[in-house]
């Protein structure tokens, strides 16, 4: 058995209602490593960029990391890969908790979904292989009863994975919900919807096997040096969770208000941040597999309308989103926003952007009264998100309107629309605000699956994270554009082997660099990785999905922001930031990349990259500039 992983996939054809093994070989283990990873080899291979992300024969695959399931800290990652039915492009979901460290736990490091059941259907895998169940009676529960109910069928030690109204209604901004009220999510881009679309409800997963380890021993003492910074470090996400850095980010004038209009929210940060929701409302703090951080809420009301509900606590996404976004102040109704969203198996960033558009569309007079019953949708006022939340997952009255994100609705409407609908290439922008963080500017116009601040996580630069192994030391200057092309190349490579490898993210929050985590690597593996190895490594990936969307049309064109976020002008005090030099931004990005300045990577990145024989298997059309 190989160490780390089994090199075996399974391959599911749904429509035929069969399935088959597919051995990996070491070497596209060590090419690809695993998640995300091979996700993407396999993804780019069988790309037919005719189809619709959710015809039936569009692919999907769940895949742990090369290291989850292991002791690792934070190895306990996910990956849900494939084409996004809200943006048409790339798309990874990442998911923590137990999920994935289970899937490994089958023998099986992942599985291939493709087709349709003919009818509604869950997936349960174990270490004898894989069954395709009924769910019919499950087909309109929400994820907590239907995981309640999964687990009552095939045991509580299971590990279940499930959408609700948002993913069987087909909503492309629907999640996977993971165990029920844990609620750990594969939010992003729509990835719900495709499982609805193969008529699939779940995937439920129990293991027992244990990955192996090539060097144990090594790899403990290691985490034993470590272990003590790693905590030090993570002290604010083990205190408050990620709701925490609701402070930091008004502090920097970088959280968005209104719908990315105003700039300061300091009354509002105190009563809906990290701190007021851990002195209030916080039961338990949890942790995921493997993880010493234990950033994870669970949260009790106990009076109000809002009273009896409980369980996981909304992150600082969720929390910026459904409070300062919606300049809503009432912290329970932010609770409850966030407890909908699992329940229905919605993507909180999208949904809370889609609802701000629209506030702003009703305000300018654009927004279509689509049915009486309408929610009075106005700033602040949380009954109406709450109702509005209801109708998305549902597709009712306003509801059907919003339901595909804020791209689609500003199609829809018209009118000027496209002007305050904040996304780039479709997908919702996460709550960084680029115009005074200038590292995000860069980063959310190349990223992969559209406005994604995972895949480079710059701003934890700003808050005072060193990364000594490329040579920062102290924080950059947030409102210069000095250096942050080079700053956004070196960490989208950094942080592209991090879901490859199952490894939550935070643990570079913690000052876990390259150097200490190909040292993890290899004690696993037994692999002779260096810093440099790793990088490379991390850039292959992040070029194989750029490949991928260049066979969908993506290029210069569309590494953009939004209208507002390119503006020179705030609607407050204080200075525009530095988006509108994006285009210089971008010019030294594309050069450190070795892509031409249309954004196409070069033959000769490619070959040095390891690239170039899959590139023209596809027979990739290049656009060259002068």
Avoid at 139 to 144: A, V, Y
Wanted: with cysteine.
């Amino acid at each position: 058995m190989p160490y780390g992983c089994y090199g075996k996939i399974i391959a599911c054809d749904l429509t035929e209602g069969n399935w088959q093994v597919i051995q990996v070989s070491s070497a596209e283990i060590s090419n690809w490593l695993l998640g995300s990873g091979l996700a993407a080899k396999i993804l780019y291979q069988e790309l037919r960029p005719e189809l619709d992300p959710l015809d039936p024969e569009s692919p999907l695959i769940l895949m742990g990391g090369l290291l989850t399931g292991t002791f690792v800290p934070g190895a306990c990652k996910a990956a849900v890969a494939g084409r996004s039915p809200l943006t048409g492009i790339w798309n990874e979901a990442t998911v923590g908790g137990f999920w994935g460290a289970e899937l490994k736990g089958t023998g099986f490091d992942g599985l291939i979904l493709k087709g349709k059941a003919p009818q509604p259907s869950y997936l349960f895998l174990h270490c004898q292989g894989l069954e395709i169940r009924p769910a019919a009676l499950l087909w309109n529960l929400d994820c907590f009863a239907a995981t309640e109910a999964l687990w009552r069928e095939v045991g509580k030690d299971a590990r279940v994975g499930t959408i609700g109204l948002a993913g069987t209604n087909l909503s492309r901004m629907a999640s996977i919900i993971f165990d029920g009220r844990k609620s750990r999510a594969a939010g992003r881009g729509g990835m719900g919807a495709i499982l609805g679309s193969k008529n699939l409800k779940a995937i439920v997963v129990k293991g027992e096997a244990k990955p192996a380890i090539a060097h144990p021993d090594r790899l403990r003492k290691s985490i034993r040096t470590n272990l003590e910074k790693i905590r030090a470090m993570s002290r604010g996400l083990s205190s408050y969770g990620t709701a925490g850095g609701l402070a930091a980010m008004e502090y920097y004038g970088a959280l968005p208000i209104k719908n990315w209009r105003e700039r300061r929210w300091e009354e509002g940060v105190k009563k809906t941040g990290g701190e007021a929701m851990a002195s209030q409302l916080v039961s338990a703090h949890q942790t995921c597999f493997s993880c010493p951080i234990r950033c994870s809420k669970e949260v009790k009301v106990t009076e109000g309308m809002y009273a009896g509900l409980e369980g996981h606590g909304p992150e600082y996404e969720t929390t910026a989103g459904f409070g300062a976004l919606l300049l809503n102040q009432d912290l329970e109704s932010i609770l409850a926003a966030n407890e909908l969203c699992n329940r229905y198996g919605l993507d909180t960033i999208s949904t809370s952007s889609v609802i701000a558009f629209a506030i702003e569309a009703k305000e300018r007079g654009l927004l279509p009264r689509v049915d009486r019953t309408d929610p009075n949708l106005d700033w602040g006022n949380h009954r109406a998100i709450i109702d509005t939340i209801h109708l998305i997952a549902h597709r009712q009255g306003l509801g059907e309107l919003l339901a595909d994100g804020v791209r689609a609705a500003a199609e829809r409407i018209g009118g000027g629309a496209a002007e305050f609908a904040i996304h780039t290439k479709g997908l919702e922008v996460p709550y960084y605000d680029p115009r005074t963080l200038g590292c995000m500017a860069v980063n959310y116009a190349t990223a992969n699956r559209g406005a994604c601040h995972l895949e480079s996580l710059s701003y934890y630069l700003v808050y005072g994270v060193p990364l000594l192994d490329f040579g920062y030391e102290a924080p950059p200057d947030p409102q210069s554009d000095q250096g942050k092309a080079k700053l956004c190349y070196d960490l989208q490579n950094y942080m592209a082997v991090y879901n490859p490898l199952g490894i939550c993210k935070f643990l570079f929050g913690a000052g876990v660099g390259p150097k200490l985590l190909a040292e993890w690597t290899n004690a696993v593996m037994d692999w002779d990785l260096d810093m440099a190895g790793l990088m490379r490594m991390g850039e292959r990936l992040f070029n194989l999905k750029r490949l991928f969307n260049v066979r969908l049309g993506i290029s210069r064109k569309d590494d953009t922001l939004p209208l507002r976020l390119l503006s020179p002008e705030w609607n407050s005090e204080g200075d525009a930031g530095h988006g509108r030099r994006l285009e210089k931004m971008l010019s030294e990005y594309y050069q450190l990349r070795g892509w031409d300045q249309e954004g196409i990577p070069r033959p000769e990145k490619l070959e040095h990259l390891g690239l170039l024989s899959l590139a023209e298997e596809q027979q990739i059309r290049r656009v060259t500039s002068g």
